[in-house]
């Protein structure tokens, strides 16, 4: 693995272990020649997929495309990490899954929309308005009525005996 600080081909594999489900390797490295540190995950590729683009250009897929795409419709929204990846790499499965090497963006997107849809509400109207092209303001009230109509998800409640019970409760101002 060559150094991203000195760009040495010679780094050493510090600690090795699973991500939690298992689903990568996390290696801590260190490059002998500047001693710079960093972190590389190993994943297993089933398959060499293929993104069909609208103007029917095909590209390789990059799973650290759509992991950005995800992260820029999440910024400074309240979700954790981990779901993150969970989410990305359950995509990622499924693409792997259909059978295809050959993808239409589309199909990408469209399982994008419905991830975001039951992670963040925000953040799927955020992408929607970048993968749907949104031009007015009419886009954005439509998405909202859809996610309006959709069944909501029972909201969890907090119970006084909990310890962080107070903690929990919105500020008054």
Do not use: W
Request: aromatic fraction near 6%; hydrophobic fraction near 35%.
């Amino acid at each position: 693995m060559r150094c991203p600080y000195c760009s040495g081909d010679n780094t050493q594999v510090k600690d090795s272990r699973p991500t939690e489900e298992n689903a990568a390797i996390r290696r801590r490295r260190v490059c002998p020649d500047c001693g710079g540190r960093f972190t590389t995950f190993e994943r297993v590729q089933l398959r060499e997929l293929s993104i069909i683009k609208r103007s029917g250009r095909r590209m390789p897929f990059d799973r650290d495309k759509l992991e950005r795409s995800v992260e820029i419709a999440l910024r400074k929204r309240p979700v954790e990490p981990d779901r993150v990846e969970r989410m990305v790499s359950g995509i990622v499965r499924q693409l792997e899954s259909i059978g295809e090497s050959e993808i239409p963006s589309s199909a990408i997107g469209g399982l994008v929309m419905e991830a975001l849809k039951g992670l963040d509400p925000v953040a799927y109207v955020r992408f929607a308005s970048v993968y749907r092209d949104f031009r007015e303001a009419a886009d954005f009230h439509e998405v909202l009525g859809e996610i309006a109509r959709a069944p909501q998800p029972l909201a969890e409640t907090i119970a006084p005996e909990d310890d962080d019970f107070r903690t929990n409760l919105p500020a008054k101002h």
